[in-house]
Structure formats: C-alpha cells, structure tokens
C-alpha cells in the first residue's frame, strides 16, 4: 500500500513539474516570439531612457517606483522575479544603489546576473565628481544624471547594449537615440546660458540633499545643502549651521526642496532665514506619470526654469 501511494506521489510531483516548466518554455517562447527584450531598470529615470531609445521593441520594469529614494531599498518578490527573467539590467552606478545596504548587489546576485553580461551600469563613461564631506572624499556623487551631457551618455550606453543585444532592432534603436540626443543636448546648451542674467551672489541653489554638484558645474550656479547623501545623517544641527553660515554670506531669494525627501529640515530652514521655498525639484525620481516631470526632458527642464526663476526671485 505504502509502495502504491509513493508511486502516485511521484507522478503527481512529475506532472506538476512537467506543467510548470512547459507554462515556463511557454511564458519564454512567447517573449521571444514578440520581439521584445526584457529591460528592468532599477528607477525611472533610467526606465524613461530605457522606453525613448527601446520604443515598442522592448519592454521595461523598474524596481524603485516613483516618488521613492533609490539610495535605501528593500526589493520585493516581484522585483526579483522580474530581475531573474530580464535579458538586460540597468543600474546608475557610481555608489547610488550599491551604497547604504548594497541592496541592488544583493538583488542580483539572487537572480543570477552578472555585471557586463546581463548587468550594466548607465554611468560607466561619466566623469565623477566626489562627496566632500570629511572621510569621505573617495566615495562618488552619484546623481551625475542631472547633467544634460551626462544624461546623453547615459544613453547612449543604453543604446548600444540594446543594439548588442537585439540587433534586430538596431536601425530603430539607432534612429531613436539620435533624435533623443538631439533634444537633450539642445535643452543642455540653452541651459549652460539659462542663469547668465543672474547676479552671481544669487546663483545659489539651496536644496536639502547635495545632489544637485553636477548640475551647478555644468550651469554655472554654486550648490548648497543640508546633508550631502540621503544615506547619511539629515537635518542635524551641525548640518543646518553651515548651510544657514552659506545664505548668509549670499544674496540667496529662494529655497528648494526635492520630490522624495521630507521637507522637514528645508521649512526649518525657511523659518530662519525667512526665505520661501520656491518650488520642488527632481532628483532621484520623475514625477507620477501624467504630470508636469514625468521623464527625464521634462523633469530636468522643470528644474532648471524653477531654480532658475527662483533665484531671480520672481
């Protein structure tokens, strides 16, 4: 009897395996048969140059959603399943997801993919600037995307991991990735002459995160911050003295606080300096899409006329 039931169990066991990995073959066939590559990203801001250069050939997953801090992420079961069916994995890189928890390493280890074979870092052939903040003077800023000329860079990374791994599609990719750099090369260069009327003792953009290094090099404006990375510690008394001794020796209008921090320590700093807040700006995140800054033409132009009215003062 006991021989009996083994054997009816083994069967059951056989047929379930049989299903799962023909619903599987099936899932696969059906991906390949689309034409479509299979791109997660781990924010959306690479998911929107992701979507520009891919257009209808690919289909895209980001694992950090909008309006979430990538720096501290705990990735769910649906982000790992979507890493361990992906053909390609886009990441930032210079420390951004590998910093704090190191969860991007984790998730990939977990789904079997390896750097420069199905795991590439959107960042490689940018020029990184550096933290400043005592002891850590060695470890990158990570947010160089908000650089029009590094955002290019990004794509065309992007773009030619895409052409090596559908070239099928190559000519499409090609042709949207040049109309794209167009545009955002077009947006940099108007950009560089964007604060050129403003007086250079106004030319500070005060934000909460020091994300902002990049985008004062390349537009010629002069940052200052509460806390340099959203890893560290925020809003601390220390912190608030030196970006409160910064506007003083300015002649500083406006006030800035991004999209996915707490505005907390930024209206303290309003309080005393009396000063408005002027606007949200984007930096780790777009918008919800639907809104004004949900890609990333639009997102890094919202930023640059706010900021740039802001100091104005309008």
Known sequence: MLKKISIALLIILMVCGSVVWFVKSRDEQSSTQSGRLRV????SILEDMVEQVGGKDVKVYSIVKRGTDPHEYDPTTNDIAAATEADV??????????????WFNKLTQTANKRDNKEVFAASKNVKPMYLTESGKEDETD?????????????????????????????????ER?????????????????????????????????GAFKYFSKAYGITPAFIWEINTEARGTPEQMKQVLAKIDDS????????????????????????????????????????????????????????????????
Do not use: C
């Open 40 to 43: 997660v990203t781990t924010n």
């Open 89 to 102: 994995l886009f990441h930032n890189g210079l420390n951004l997801e590998t910093g704090g928890s190191g």
């Open 251 to 314: 002649d500083v209008k406006s006030l800035f606080v991004e999209s996915s921090v707490s505005p907390k320590s930024m209206k303290q700093v309003a309080k005393e300096t009396n000063l408005p807040i002027y606007s949200k700006i984007y930096t780790d995140s777009l918008a919800k899409k639907g809104t004004q800054g949900d890609t990333y033409y639009d997102m890094v132009k919202w930023n640059i006329d706010k900021i740039h009215d802001g100091m104005l003062g309008k």
């Open 177 to 209: 990735t040049d109309a794209y750099v167009k545009k955002l090369q077009t947006l940099h260069n108007e950009a560089q002459n964007k604060f050129a009327d403003i007086p250079v003792a106004q030319r500070l953009l005060v934000t909460s995160e």
């Open 142 to 174: 990570p947010h160089a995307w908000l650089d029009l000329s590094n955002g290019v860079k990004y794509v065309k990374l992007i773009s030619r991991v895409l052409q090596d791994k559908d070239p099928k599609h190559a000519k499409a990719y090609q």
